[in-house]
């Protein structure tokens, strides 16, 4: 008889099934009218430093595979909770969920996406659909469900990947909209920032007079716009 499906096995499942659609789906740009450069290797390094911690956590867990052992002892030091079967579950739907919230904004996004800082062909604000929601919904989608997945984990090296994943993708919304700013129409990036937040929905605004001295002129379209962006 067949194992059921386990919420773990979802997760993974949605995570490796987002991967490769994403890769495929990066065919679907524009033309780039100009790049930001080697500026981008603030984010790229966090990037890096994820990718060695889960090289470093595979190792490890490959090395105290179940049945060995020491497996047990050594998820037992890792862990830092646990959750039920119907919590794992929900879990498994919050990934989901962050995964659909990141596609509807790459489809709302088209062409105007690239997976680099960029200023792409036609390029103009965009606050429609879930550009609405937040500047950058792709990223948002990202991080719920790499929560999410780190809550159903429970482990430390969840919660390290995750953070490490939003100090990346912050510094990448933060360089987006500093340098979308001066490529794009300023005046009406600078009214996007005031209506809409960054990351969280209904989370905190720039006030006026902040958001003007900050961005001089953050006028673009969110920062999904220019990475995928946003």
Known sequence: MAPSVTPKVVIVSLWLAWIISWVVAAAWTGKTEK??????????????AAVIV??????VLFRHAPGHPQAGHLL???????????????????????????????IHLGRLW????????????????????VRHPIYTGILLAAYAA??????????????????????KAWLEERWLSREL?????????????????????????AAAKSSGSDQSRGSDQVERPR
Not at 40 to 47: G, K, Q, T, V
Not at 54 to 59: E, F, G, P, Q, T
């Open 150 to 171: 780190a809550a159903a984990n429970g482990t430390i090296v969840g919660i390290v990947l995750a953070a490490v994943l939003t100090v990346g993708l912050w510094v």
């Open 76 to 106: 037992g030091q890792l862990r830092l909770w646990s959750v039920s079967r119907n919590e794992a579950w929900l879990c498994a739907a919050l990934v989901a969920c962050g995964f659909a919230f990141c596609w509807w904004a790459r």
């Open 114 to 133: 690239s997976a680099s800082i960029t200023k792409k062909e036609g390029h103009r604000v965009i606050d429609t659909g879930p550009y609405r929601i």
């Open 185 to 209: 129409d300023a005046g009406a990036y600078e009214d996007y920032r005031r209506r809409v937040p960054m990351l969280v929905p209904f989370g905190p605004k720039p006030h006026r007079a």
């Open 54 to 59: 889960l090289v470093i956590a595979a190792r």
């Open 35 to 48: 790049r930001l450069g080697a500026n981008e290797l603030s984010y790229r390094i966090a990037a890096i």
